[in-house]
């Protein structure tokens, strides 16, 4: 039986995808003409969309990171908003600027309307459920704080804690630790290919699970069960417990 299951976080459970994230990020800069009456909203948000792209980018598919201490989200947001705001002419404004955006984030958060119901099937179905996810430890914590999610879960690994990320094997045999589960009892649900998939099938997990909400065919030899929407997840579960 998988007595436990594990979760990614964002485009899994936390939808906060780039349409929100670019509101986000408007409405921290029309918040900042109060203060900078000559500042354009709209030429502060493409500098810091486009920094923070990049950012992005670098980091590569997924956006895991070294090994290693990584910076806050706060500590990392605050660098690209006094670039962009600098580039603007308003550099003292970027403590205000990351504050408000953190704020933002809060509000914006959302769980996918599958989440709830589905995480509570799995709860009266007894299983433990857990959160491995790459980030910054107070960004990823914001987003279960913000949503109401702690309330469905056991455990929560967040690789800019515990300083080893996902695809690894070490961060899932870690959460397996923290559960108190055989790998074999165990699967992993995420979003991507890449990092939850091939993580949970290096890992040794008894199931990996992609969950492609986007539709698309799976690509072959994943080694992985595909759903669309979590709605299916207990259902799948219990398939597998039976066979």
Same mark, same amino acid.
Not at 201 to 206: E, V
Not at 212 to 229: C, F, K, L, Q, V
């Given at each position: 039986?998988?007595?436990?299951?594990?979760?990614?976080?964002?485009?899994?459970?936390?939808?906060?995808?780039?349409?929100?994230?670019?509101?986000?990020?408007?409405?921290?800069?029309?918040?900042?003409?109060?203060?900078?009456?000559?500042?354009?909203?709209?030429?502060?948000?493409?500098?810091?969309?486009?920094?923070?792209?990049?950012?992005?980018?670098?980091?590569?598919?997924?956006?895991?990171?070294?090994?290693?201490?990584?910076?806050?989200?706060?500590?990392?947001?605050?660098?690209?908003?006094?670039?962009?705001?600098?580039?603007?002419?308003?550099?003292?404004?970027? =403590?205000? *600027?990351?504050? %408000?955006?953190?704020?933002?984030?809060?509000?914006?958060?959302? &769980?996918? @309307? +599958? /989440?709830? #119901?589905?995480?509570?099937?799995?709860?009266?179905?007894?299983?433990?459920?857990?959160?491995?996810?790459?980030?910054?430890?107070?960004?990823?914590?914001?987003?279960?704080?913000?949503?109401?999610?702690?309330?469905?879960?056991?455990?929560?690994?967040?690789?800019?804690?515990?300083?080893?990320?996902?695809?690894?094997?070490?961060?899932?045999?870690?959460?397996? =630790?923290? *559960?108190?589960? %055989?790998?074999?009892?165990?699967?992993?649900?995420?979003?991507? &290919?890449? @990092? +939850? /998939?091939? #993580?949970?099938?290096?890992?040794?997990?008894?199931?990996?699970?992609?969950?492609?909400?986007?539709?698309?065919?799976?690509?072959?030899?994943?080694?992985?069960?595909?759903?669309?929407?979590?709605?299916?997840?207990?259902?799948?579960?219990?398939?597998?417990?039976?066979?």
């Amino acid at each position: 039986m998988l007595t436990t299951v594990f979760f990614d976080l964002d485009a899994t459970l936390v939808d906060f995808g780039p349409v929100a994230w670019r509101a986000t990020v408007r409405a921290v800069c029309d918040g900042l003409v109060s203060a900078a009456p000559g500042l354009d909203p709209a030429v502060l948000a493409d500098a810091y969309v486009t920094r923070y792209v990049a950012r992005a980018r670098a980091a590569g598919p997924g956006a895991p990171h070294p090994r290693g201490p990584i910076p806050s989200a706060r500590t990392a947001w605050l660098g690209l908003w006094r670039q962009a705001l600098t580039e603007c002419r308003h550099p003292e404004l970027a =403590e205000t *600027a990351v504050d %408000a955006y953190i704020e933002r984030r809060r509000i914006d958060y959302a &769980l996918y @309307t +599958d /989440v709830p #119901g589905s995480l509570e099937q799995l709860r009266a179905d007894g299983r433990t459920i857990g959160v491995i996810t790459n980030g910054p430890g107070d960004a990823q914590r914001a987003k279960i704080d913000a949503t109401g999610l702690a309330r469905y879960l056991d455990l929560v690994v967040i690789s800019g804690e515990v300083e080893t990320a996902k695809p690894g094997r070490e961060i899932f045999e870690l959460a397996l =630790e923290r *559960a108190g589960a %055989a790998a074999v009892a165990a699967c992993h649900v995420g979003d991507s &290919l890449a @990092t +939850d /998939v091939a #993580g949970a099938r290096a890992a040794g997990l008894g199931a990996a699970i992609w969950l492609d909400r986007t539709g698309a065919a799976p690509a072959a030899g994943t080694g992985a069960y595909r759903i669309d929407s979590l709605r299916a997840l207990p259902g799948l579960l219990r398939d597998l417990d039976d066979g």
